[in-house]
């Protein structure tokens, strides 16, 4: 018989849900419970893979639970109005003493996942899964992605500045730099695609639920772009019971630099009881400037602000359909890079901004979205429509690169602008079954349409009298239109004694079309090319599930991403280096879950080789123009990991860790230089801890204590293997302490606590990036900084 404890249960113990749960495992079951009841259920694996309950009608929380729950292995605690946890019913006679129930569940815990397009207890995942509760991403102020990249096993990301970045997953990257290439991680807002070829928005990460992250190439779901995985933002959705409030407030000090605030809050009010609900989240943010400009003689130059906000509308029709709608939009403004410049014949010399201007950055982004889903017996459907407005802008130094082009400007200064406008319309439609019998499947209809224009300009500046003449040295006008369709699905058989079978794919068809106009020194030129690809990318996993939640898989999967065109250049381009071809991923995994000592130790690991075909990648000139060509082909191996072990006296400790070797081979003989042997922008070892202690100080206080640490390995940021620029070995930490009551809860904490300033991205500006006028570029880590947080939640 199911146990309920009377601690921490649900306020509005009387509300009840309408819920449709068809015969399954008791697993699957609680999985259904908690996306209908909105709450999360940690710990399904407690109930093993065996079982059969069903249920149908309007109950409370407790009185579902009780009934699906009755004669099965495992029992059930309600935490509070948005947690349940299960264990197993009768712990062994010589068992660790069980948690103490007045404490809070641990913030490193089970999550049900929902980016494999089904919802799924990630423990359940044949495939390389990690999430990041809503609660985790609070305690270690991970406010933005690249604050969560420790806490994932084998995610990383480059460090050029806020709002300029690109993630990498799993050593599978295609260099540092962002170009004409398709992302290679699929990052998404929702069921919003985030990016095409753009570096990541840096979105503020503020009333989130929870962040999926699926390793591996995802080309079978996802399309284009997933080629190393699928990094999800799933943002918290508006509650049709309860009203809720919550905000926070946060100043910080760098030292040797600029004070930093922020200010975040979301209101969820339920419009029409069960039936309707709205949800508000705004923030704003200045990140304050540590570096100073020698030349221009400005202190804490690299200054970044930060705001936004969304809205959200759910609509609960009735038992079977609900409506989702939402929008969202932030503005990034940076006021300067953050690399710092120093004689690459002294690399220890001390280091400084040295620019003739400013070198600005601003990225904004908007979209909204309809997302329709309907739950029947015989399973569901669910229609997402998003559209996705990005902005994208940059300002270089680009003397060095003038005065290459035309020695007669010497005395004047270089300033190459860029700018990227892209609007991406999507739409996907899955229908699933209800995952009752041995048989399930998934299928899938997707269609995608993306209009890019990046006009971009190199302008000579002057001195005239007591202004400044302006002459255009070069300028391109350029515009890519891509349309993206496709029919996908995938099917699992239950083969019996735990093992079952997974099989599916995508059918997929791409059309690109460049133009663009080139105004250089030999005059003006145009350039119109289009193409098209097509193929199919297939899926393959066989898993075994034991009766203690163990879990055993290997996979086969694919990703890709499409061909396209170069057009600029201070010169013509030749026939063979004006187009790039497709590329391709094949990864070949198996891995392990495992859960011991009552659910208290989790395990999950997987080793994989994957075998890349005609790598795309994103280089400079020498001129400091970008252009994309094919590399080669490249061979990865790697071996990751994620650990956490959970004390029952307050202590949760969370490792990770990734080691990767890559190959280049058949290098592409037309590549502008000769192929380093590996592929750049990752290194070989990664890894990250996490350790929160928590701890009731008396009936109305609570303690929190979190350590955070990461380290990056040594890497090189270019396929040019004569390139000297390598970032270093560094460690990233933070370290905080909590107080906390129901509602409040105050913060102090400090990042970089050791201070270290090691290189962690050797690239700053493509114009002087070369080192041909001897000079090294430079990353440094933000300086120790304190701070101090005020949160409230109602």
Not at 767 to 793: E, H, I, W
Request: hydrophobic letters at 35%; charged letters at 20%; proline letters at 5%.
């Amino acid at each position: 018989m199911a146990l309920a404890c009377g601690a921490g249960r649900v306020e509005a113990a009387d509300a009840r849900y309408r819920f449709t749960i068809p015969p399954r495992s008791y697993a699957d079951a609680l999985i259904d419970l908690g996306l209908q009841a909105n709450v999360s259920v940690l710990g399904t694996a407690s109930c093993g893979t065996g079982g059969r309950a069903a249920l149908t009608g309007r109950y409370t929380l407790e009185q579902a639970l009780e009934q699906l729950l009755e004669g099965a292995p495992c029992r059930y605690r309600i935490v509070d109005a948005r947690t349940v946890r299960i264990s197993p019913a009768a712990p062994p006679p010589q068992a660790l003493p069980q948690r103490d129930p007045s404490r809070p569940p641990s913030i490193v815990a089970e999550v049900v996942v929902t980016a494999t397009k089904r919802p799924v207890a990630l423990e359940r995942l044949p495939a390389g899964v990690s999430a990041i509760s809503r609660d985790q991403i609070s305690a270690t102020r991970a406010n933005d992605v690249g604050q969560t990249v420790g806490q994932l096993a084998g995610v990383l990301t480059t460090n050029l500045g806020p709002g300029r970045d690109k993630l990498l997953i799993r050593g599978l990257s295609d260099g540092a730099f962002t170009g004409r290439t398709r992302s290679t991680v699929g990052t998404y807002l929702d069921d919003a695609p985030v990016n095409y070829n753009a570096p990541d928005p840096d979105l503020r990460l503020v009333d989130i639920d929870r962040i999926e992250v699926v390793r591996g190439p995802q080309g079978a779901l996802y399309g284009s772009g997933a080629v190393a995985g699928v990094y999800r933002i799933v943002t918290t959705k508006p509650d049709l019971k309860d009203f809720e409030f919550g905000g926070s407030a946060t100043i910080a000090h760098t030292e040797g630099g600029e004070e930093s605030h922020e200010l975040d809050g979301y209101l969820s009010i339920p419009l029409i009881k069960d039936h309707v609900g709205l949800r508000l989240v705004a923030y704003e943010e200045v990140q304050g400037g540590y570096l100073d400009d020698v030349n221009l003689r400005v202190p804490n130059v690299d200054q970044t602000r930060r705001d936004g906000g969304r809205i959200a509308l759910r609509v609960r029709f009735n038992d079977s359909w609900r409506l989702d709608a939402h929008a969202a939009t932030q503005h990034l403004r940076s006021d300067d890079t953050q690399y710092v410049t120093s004689a690459m014949s002294t690399p220890g010399a001390p280091t400084a901004r040295r620019s003739e201007i400013r070198e600005t950055h601003n990225n904004d982004f908007s979209y909204a979205g309809v997302t329709a889903h309907g739950e029947f017996a015989w399973g569901s459907v669910t229609s997402s429509s998003n559209y996705v407005h990005h902005v994208f802008s940059s300002q270089f130094d680009a003397t060095a690169g003038l005065r290459a082009l035309t020695p007669a400007s010497l005395g004047a200064l270089g300033a190459y602008v860029e700018t990227t406008r892209a609007n991406i319309l999507a739409q996907d439609l899955v229908v699933r079954s209800s995952g009752d019998g041995r048989f399930s499947w998934l299928a899938g209809v997707n269609a995608a349409r993306t209009v890019e224009r990046a006009p971009s300009r190199l302008d000579a500046l002057t001195s005239v009298g007591s202004g400044v003449g302006v002459a255009a040295a070069y300028t391109e006008d350029r515009k890519d239109r891509l349309s993206e369709y496709a029919l996908y699905g995938e099917a699992t058989y239950d083969l019996g004694g735990g093992w079952s079978a997974t099989a599916g794919g995508r059918l997929f068809a791409t059309n690109v079309h460049t133009t663009a106009v080139v105004v250089a020194l030999l005059g003006p030129r145009a350039f119109d090319r289009k193409d098209s690809f097509d193929g199919f990318s297939p899926k393959l996993s066989v898993q075994r599930e034991f009766d203690n939640g163990d879990l055993v898989y290997g996979l086969i999967s694919e990703g890709y991403r499409p061909g396209g065109f170069n057009s600029s250049g201070f010169f013509p381009i030749r026939a063979e280096r004006a187009v790039f071809a497709p590329d391709r991923l094949r990864n070949f995994e198996t891995g392990v879950k495992l859960r011991r000592m009552e659910g208290r130790l989790a395990v999950r690991a997987a080793a994989y080789y994957s075998d890349w075909s005609n790598v795309q990648t994103d280089q400079y000139r020498a001129s400091g123009l970008p252009f994309t060509a094919n590399v080669g082909d490249a061979r990865i191996l790697g071996l990751e990991g994620e650990l956490s072990y959970e004390w029952s006296w307050g202590l949760t400790v969370a490792v990770n860790g990734l080691v990767s070797n890559s190959s280049v081979r058949n290098p592409n003989p037309d590549f502008a230089n000769r192929v380093s042997d590996d592929l750049p922008g990752v290194p070989d070892t990664s890894g990250g801890i996490l350790a929160v202690y928590e701890r009731a100080l008396n009936d109305r206080f609570s303690l929190r204590l979190v350590g955070e640490a990461s380290y990056v390995g040594r890497s090189r940021i270019s396929f040019d293997a004569a390139s000297a620029a390598r970032t270093d070995n560094y460690l990233r930490s933070k370290l905080a302490a909590e107080i906390s009551t129901d509602h409040w809860r105050i913060t102090a904490f400090v990042s970089n606590p050791f201070d270290y300033d090691a290189d962690t991205f050797a690239y700053g500006n493509p114009f002087s990036f070369s080192g041909n006028n001897g000079v090294r570029q430079a990353t440094p880590q933000r300086p120790r900084t304190f701070g101090v947080r005020l949160g409230a939640t109602f």
